[in-house]
């Protein structure tokens, strides 16, 4: 065995950063009072009626009625690879809006799920029309649609208006992953008519990563419980005709996770109770703040930081009319090395900014304001400190 040192590497004592990247960012100070409360049994009637609240206040993050909004233990993938293999049977055709990384990355899940994938590819950092979509769901009809809200790998916004109830005329159910504009953007889920949607919390929802809030609704709840494995042993697609094939995970299984959250309370897995505590006060945080409040903040955060990386003679990714109020691109400029400022953003002012994914990389930063971030102080000590490691450069 190699040596190890005499206090096995320290406590753990973070250096104080300002994470002004794509995520995560820096955590509400209530959130992490919050995930230092002492654990609880997870049938202690105190535990349930805080998975109670917290689904009653995840209802309002998600705008939403839908009785079934929870959370998936895992980080916002893991809300994804839920929604996912909850919905898509094997064979079954699904349609996926790509723009960005995110989007490939529901295509990748999509694949590993057997599905007859088909889709709709825009550019990166553009959007796709309601006409587009709706020319997809026609020419395919698909048994799901699959699309990104907010793609922090293009910092671009997919407008959403409308596109549920394209689904639904299709006989589509659908699918958003909002992670990265959960607490940062209107996420009108209600609105929008879609089915599933899903986030994360270490993005706008001031949190740690490791939580992956959830709406499901009641349509999309009744196709995923219609492939419950009935019997231990015994999957529904070894049954008689009418039955609709298990759910491909255990994990992941929706079906058995809502029963776990339902009055049922059936044993799933162990609902991770300090994250649940987390989910919980960044709910609160942001209730009590107000959702125009909030995301106005956000906005106001947004708009300080294009303009300031104008101001600097900088130019600013993508199209103003699709940005993402919480993380702006910026084109790094001609002979600057994009990681060696990341690094001395890093090293000399204690500030994360983020790099770029796919045809991006190499040509843009990624700057966010999420969150607890999402300040002005926040975003003028980033654009000073960027001055000041581009003059240097
Ligand atoms: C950050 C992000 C994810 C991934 O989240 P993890 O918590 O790292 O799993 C998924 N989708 C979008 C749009 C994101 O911005």
Redesign the pocket.
């Given at each position: 065995m190699s040596a190890l040192p005499a206090d096995f590497f320290g406590e753990i004592d973070p250096p104080q950063r300002l994470l002004m990247g794509?995520?995560p960012a820096n955590v509400h100070p209530r959130v992490l009072r919050a995930m230092s409360a002492d654990v609880l049994g997870q049938f202690d009637p105190e535990m349930t009626a805080y998975m109670n609240q917290t689904m009653a206040l995840y209802r309002r993050v998600f705008m939403t009625e839908n009785r079934w909004t929870f959370l998936i233990d895992g980080?916002?993938?893991a809300g994804?690879e839920a929604a996912l293999a909850s919905l898509i049977e094997p064979g079954a055709r699904v349609l996926i809006l790509r723009a960005g990384r995110?989007g490939m990355l529901l295509s990748e899940i999509a694949e590993r799920l057997d599905a007859d994938i088909r889709v709709i590819d825009v550019e990166w950092g553009q959007i796709a029309t309601l006409g587009q979509i709706e020319a997809g769901l026609a020419a395919h009809r698909p048994a799901v649609f699959a699309a990104?809200h907010?793609?922090?790998s293009t910092t671009t916004a997919q407008p959403l208006d409308g596109v549920g109830a394209l689904c639904a005329r299709y006989g589509a159910l659908s699918y958003i992953?909002a992670?990265?504009t959960l607490g940062g953007m209107p996420v009108r889920t209600d609105e929008w008519g879609v089915d599933v949607v899903s986030g994360?919390l270490?993005?706008c929802m001031g949190g740690p990563?490791g939580c992956a809030p959830i709406t499901i609704s009641d349509r999309a709840a009744a196709f995923i419980f219609s492939r419950r494995k009935v019997e231990s042993g015994i999957r529904r697609d070894d049954l008689a005709d009418g039955a609709r094939p298990a759910i491909r995970s255990n994990y992941f299984d929706l079906s058995m996770i809502m029963e776990y959250w339902s009055e049922k309370r059936l044993n799933h897995h162990t609902e991770a109770t300090s994250m649940l505590y987390a989910a919980r006060e960044c709910a609160r945080v942001m209730l009590q703040e107000g959702l125009d409040a909030r995301f106005a903040r956000h906005e106001a955060a947004g708009r300080a930081m294009v303009e300031g990386l104008r101001a600097m003679g900088l130019t600013v990714y993508g199209q103003d009319a699709y940005r993402m109020t919480n993380v702006t691109g910026v084109h790094i400029p001609d002979g600057v090395d994009g990681e060696r400022v990341r690094r001395r953003m890093r090293e000399e002012h204690q500030i994360e900014i983020g790099s770029a994914f796919g045809p991006l990389a190499g040509k843009i930063w990624r700057i966010g304001a999420m969150g607890y971030n999402a300040e002005p102080d926040k975003v003028r000590r980033t654009l000073a400190a960027l001055r000041d490691v581009l003059d240097g450069a």
């Open positions: 794509p995520g980080t916002a993938r994804i995110f990104i907010g793609d922090t992953d992670t990265a994360g270490q993005k990563p």
